[in-house]
C-alpha cells in the first residue's frame, strides 16, 4: 500500500482522525467536536483540520457510533415483526429477568412495541421438522398490515430456523414482491444460532438500525467523493475487523460496539510492537470506561454479549466490558450519608462545574483539577468554582477537607473501574499480575497507576496519543468475517464429518467475501473453535480448535482442559455438549510504522519540566510537570511527575518509575 491510511472515529464528544503515510511513517492527527444528529460534518471538519488532501488518501476505515447512539437512546427505525403463532411476546419474556435482581421495579422498553409483532401460523421443531406448513395468505396479510402501519423495516423470526430456514427463505421470497425497500432481516441468515429470543433481539435491532446506518454511510460517502475521494470506504464492525461501506447496512448490527472494539485492535497493535501481548485495556472517557482482555496478543471476541439490560446482541463482537465512571461522572452524597460517584453523568453539556459551562454537580473531572493532577490555570475562574461545589456538596457533609473529599471520589471511581477489570481478567480465570495495563482515552492514563497498584497489576503501558487510539485501531485493523452455526446435540452423538463440513464451509464463505475486497493484504487466514458445555448447563464456554478437522477426542480434551483452566473443576462424569461451531477469516492488512505518532523533531535532548505544581499524593508534593511531545525517546523518570499532552494528562505517581520504547510508549514500573 503506497497511498495515504485514513482512520477516523466519531465520538459521542469529539470526531478523532489520524492519518498515516506507510511511504514515510508520518502522521496527521486531528480532534474536531462531533457534529449531531450528522456526523459526517465532524468527519469532514476532521479532514479539514489535519490539511488532508482526500484525492491522495488511498483508504479511510471509519468507526461509527451511529448504530451505538441509536439502540442505547432508542432513536430506532420503526419496525415491524413477523413470527411463529404464540411467539411475538418472546421479545418481551426473554428470560425472566429483572433490571434489578432484587428490586421491585425497573424500566424495560422492547426494541419492536408489541402492535408491531404480528404472528402467522407455521411451525417447525429443534430438529427442523415441519410440524405446521407456512400459511402464506396469512404472511401476506400481516406483512402489508406492517407496511400500511408505516414500517420502514421488517424482521421474519421463525422459531427453530436455525435448524431448517424453509419457512424464513419462503416467506423472505414473499416479503421481497411486497415490502417497498431492501429493509428486510431474515433471523437465520444474520444469525444461525439456538435461543430464540436473543436471536430474535439480533434481528429486530438489525433491522432497526439499517435504514439509518445506511442513509449515514451513503451520505458520508457522497460527499468524501465530492471532495475527491475516489477509493474505498470502510466501517468498522464490533469484531475488530472492517466491511465495505456499501455492504455495511446488510448486518448493520455488527457495527454495535464498533468504537470500542477499535480501541482494543489498538490495544492488540501497540502491545506486540511493545512485546507485551497481554494486555488489560482500560479506556477512561467523559462518560463511562471501557476494558477488556487480550492475552497473548489476541483481542477477546464473544457472540453473547448484552449491550445494557435485556438487550443481547449475539453476532460476534469484541468481548468490552464497560461501567459507569468517566471524568463527567457526578459524585454525590446519598441518601444514607454514603459518597456516591456515577454512574449519572454530566456529559459535556453541561459538563463538570471545571468546564465554566454552567454545570453545577461536582465530578471526577473536578476531583482530579482539585488535586493537581489537572492545571488550574487552564480553566480559569471556574477551578474555583470547582472547589466550592466540591466543599458544599461533598466536604462538608463528610467532616472532610476539600483534598479529602477530592481524593475520596477519586477513590471510590477507582474501586468501580478496578471492579470491571476484575470481571473481564479474575473472573475469567486470569491473573491482573500477568498483564499491562493499557491506559488510553481523555481520563485513563490519570488514573492507570493507582488503578494498576489496586490489581497488583506490575506495568502500565500509555500508547502515544491515547486520546485518538480509537482512530489508530481504524487503521490497523484487518478484515474480518465471524461464523456461527449450531448443533446442539452432545458431542459423543455428533457425526465428525458434519463438523468438518461445517467448518469448511464457513472458512470458504469467509474467504469468498474477502476475495471481493478491493484491500490489500499481506495473508488470510481461518480461527475456528467450538462454544462448548456439560450437558444440563445453561453458559458456554469457548474453546479454540487447531484445525476445521478436530477428532472428537481432541474435542472432549480441549473442552476439558479449557474448563478445567477457567473453574479449576473437573467432571469427568458428565456428558460435553457441542452447542455451536465458529470460524472467523481474516484478511490481515500490512502492518504500519507507529512509531512517529510523536513528531521526532520536537524531542529535546534532555527530559526538561515544562513547570511545576503541587500535586496531591496523599499530601502535597512539589510535582514536575513534563511535555510529552518533548520529551527524549530515552528517559528515566521517577515520580511523582506529571506528563501532560495534547490529548490527555497521565499521572506518575509516587514510587512509580517511567521510561519510553522506540514507538513513543510510556512504560511505567507501578511499584519500582
Known amino acids: 500500500m503506497t497511498g495515504l491510511v485514513a482512520g477516523v472515529d466519531v465520538g459521542g464528544t469529539f470526531t478523532d482522525l489520524a492519518i498515516f503515510d506507510p511511504a514515510t511513517g508520518a502522521v496527521r492527527l486531528a480532534k474536531v467536536p462531533t457534529t449531531l444528529p450528522n456526523q459526517a460534518g465532524g468527519v469532514l471538519a476532521a479532514f479539514d483540520a489535519a490539511g488532508a488532501d482526500l484525492p491522495q488518501i488511498d483508504l479511510i476505515v471509519h468507526g461509527t457510533t451511529t448504530t451505538t447512539n441509536a439502540v442505547l437512546e432508542r432513536q430506532l427505525s420503526k419496525t415491524g415483526l413477523i413470527t411463529t403463532l404464540g411467539f411475538r411476546d ?5 428470560r425472566r429477568t429483572r433490571p434489578q435482581a432484587y428490586g421491585m421495579h425497573g424500566r424495560f422498553l422492547p426494541v419492536i412495541p408489541r402492535d408491531l409483532r404480528l404472528e402467522v401460523p407455521e411451525r417447525m421443531d429443534a430438529r427442523g421438522r415441519v410440524l405446521t406448513t407456512l400459511d402464506e395468505d396469512a404472511l401476506r396479510r400481516a406483512i402489508m398490515q ?44 444474520l444469525l444461525s444460532e439456538s435461543r430464540e429470543y436473543e436471536r430474535g433481539v439480533t434481528a429486530a435491532v438489525n433491522a432497526s438500525v439499517q435504514p439509518l446506518l445506511e442513509r449515514y454511510v451513503a451520505r458520508l460517502a457522497e460527499q468524501l467523493a465530492a471532495q475527491g475521494y475516489q477509493r474505498e470506504l470502510l466501517v468498522m464492525n464490533g469484531n475488530g475487523g472492517m466491511v465495505a461501506a456499501k455492504d455495511v447496512a446488510k448486518e448493520a448490527v455488527k457495527t454495535v460496539m464498533s468504537g470500542p472494539a477499535s480501541g482494543v485492535m489498538a490495544a492488540v497493535a501497540t502491545g506486540r510492537r511493545a512485546g507485551t501481548p497481554n494486555l488489560l485495556t482500560y479506556d477512561m472517557g467523559g462518560t463511562s470506561t471501557d476494558v477488556a482482555m487480550i492475552r497473548n496478543g489476541v483481542a477477546p471476541v464473544s457472540n453473547e454479549i448484552e449491550v445494557e439490560y435485556a438487550m443481547p446482541i449475539h453476532v460476534p463482537m469484541v468481548d468490552v466490558r464497560t461501567v459507569g465512571a468517566g471524568g ?9 450519608g454514603m459518597l456516591r460517584v456515577g454512574p449519572e453523568s454530566a456529559g459535556s453539556t453541561p459538563g463538570p462545574v471545571c468546564y465554566g459551562r454552567g454545570g453545577a454537580r461536582v ?3 473536578d476531583a482530579n483539577l482539585i488535586l493537581g493532577r489537572l492545571p488550574a490555570s487552564r480553566f480559569g475562574q471556574a477551578a474555583e468554582a470547582a ?22 471520589v477519586i477513590r471510590i471511581a477507582n474501586t468501580h473501574m478496578a471492579g470491571a477489570i476484575r470481571m ?35 506495568r502500565v503501558l500509555v500508547p502515544a496519543r491515547p486520546g485518538i487510539t480509537n482512530a489508530l485501531g481504524c487503521v490497523v485493523a484487518d478484515l474480518r468475517h465471524d461464523f456461527v452455526r449450531t448443533l446442539n446435540r452432545p458431542l459423543d452423538g455428533v457425526e465428525m464429518e458434519e463438523v468438518h463440513h461445517v467448518l469448511a464451509a464457513q472458512e470458504a464463505e469467509g474467504r469468498r467475501l474477502i476475495g471481493l475486497e478491493r484491500i490489500a493484504l499481506t495473508t488470510v487466514r481461518a480461527e475456528y ?15 479454540p480448535l487447531p484445525s476445521a478437522t478436530p477428532s472428537r477426542d481432541e474435542m472432549q480434551r480441549l473442552f476439558e482442559a479449557a474448563y478445567h483452566a477457567r473453574f479449576r473443576v473437573e467432571l469427568p462424569t458428565i456428558r460435553a455438549n457441542l452447542v455451536n461451531l465458529n470460524v472467523s477469516v481474516i484478511g490481515e492488512r500490512p502492518a504500519l510504522d507507529l512509531s512517529r505518532l510523536i513528531d521526532p523533531a520536537g524531542r529535546q535532548a534532555v527530559a526538561t519540566p515544562a513547570s511545576r505544581r503541587k500535586v496531591w499524593f496523599d499530601g502535597w508534593h512539589d510535582t514536575p510537570v513534563y511535555w510529552r511531545d518533548h520529551l527524549p525517546m530515552k ?12 490529548d490527555t494528562t497521565v499521572v506518575i505517581d509516587p514510587g512509580a518509575r517511567v521510561r519510553q520504547d522506540a514507538d513513543g510508549n510510556l512504560i511505567i514500573e507501578v511499584n519500582e
Open 90 to 94: 418472546v421479545l418481551e419474556l426473554g
Open 146 to 189: 406492517l407496511r400500511d402501519e408505516g414500517c420502514e423495516a421488517l424482521v421474519i423470526h421463525f422459531l427453530h430456523a436455525y435448524a431448517n430456514p424453509a419457512h424464513e427463505r419462503r416467506a423472505g421470497e414473499i416479503a421481497r414482491e411486497l415490502w417497498p425497500n431492501d429493509y428486510i432481516t431474515l433471523g437465520h441468515a
Open 328 to 336: 463527567g461522572s457526578i459524585a454525590r452524597i446519598d441518601a444514607g
Open 363 to 365: 465530578t471526577i473531572s
Open 387 to 408: 472547589h466550592r461545589a466540591m466543599e458544599e456538596q461533598i466536604a462538608r457533609p463528610l467532616g472532610l477537607s476539600v483534598e479529602a473529599a477530592a481524593e475520596a
Open 424 to 458: 473481564v481478567s479474575i473472573s475469567m480465570g486470569a491473573d491482573p499480575r500477568d498483564f499491562a495495563l493499557f491506559a488510553f482515552g481523555g481520563a485513563g492514563p490519570l488514573h492507570a497507576v493507582a488503578l494498576a497498584r489496586e490489581l497488583n497489576v506490575p
Open 529 to 543: 473453535s467450538a462454544d462448548m458445555q456439560f450437558v444440563g448447563q445453561t453458559h458456554l464456554l469457548r474453546v
Open 635 to 646: 528517559i528515566d523518570l521517577q515520580g511523582p511527575a506529571i506528563i501532560e499532552q495534547m
